[in-house]
């Protein structure tokens, strides 16, 4: 079946915290490696941004697991398009928190008019590209992710 990416945003719920964070990776981390998905998770300002790649089917099923979760609500879609390769093929899930960085908030001003991390304003291709910048970021070591 046809390789996918999905790109969604949504809204952290009140006082999730960095325990909430590992239990997510943990989770993400086995079930995704189960079933061939690999992406990555950003959270910023009670923020989620999370790009999924798979196969259709199981990326659908994953985020309609994903949308129920109560640690987050008012999830939108922003993309779910057929792609030719994963740009995120590393991991089956990485999260990283955006934090006050210089070189994040770079980024969060590259595409959007502000310097807060608001990823409900911005369209596929921005949403896509910053990830790809975030993760660059993390690759460097510049932002660490969440860690057990
Ligand atoms: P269990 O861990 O046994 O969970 C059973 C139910 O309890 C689920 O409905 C779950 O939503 C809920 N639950 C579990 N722990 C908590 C908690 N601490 N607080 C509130 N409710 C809880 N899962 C993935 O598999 N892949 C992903 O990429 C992924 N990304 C996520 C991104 C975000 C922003 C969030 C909030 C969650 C994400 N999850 C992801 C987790 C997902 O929503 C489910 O919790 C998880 O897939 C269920 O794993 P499980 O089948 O082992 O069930």
Redesign the pocket.
Known sequence: MALHRLIYV?Q??TG?GY??LV??LE??????LAVG?T?M?C?GDSM?L?V?EGNRRVVSQ?YN????????TNAELIDFSEIEQRAFGSW??K?VELGTLPEVRNIILKYSSTDKFSPISINPQQSLRFLVDITELFNRGTILGVKP
């Open positions: 949504s952290a719920a999730l325990p909430d239990n997510i989770k993400s981390e086995r079930n995704n998905i992406g998770l959270f989620f999370q999924l994953t697991r994903i949308i129920g979760d109560k640690r987050h089956s899930m999260v």
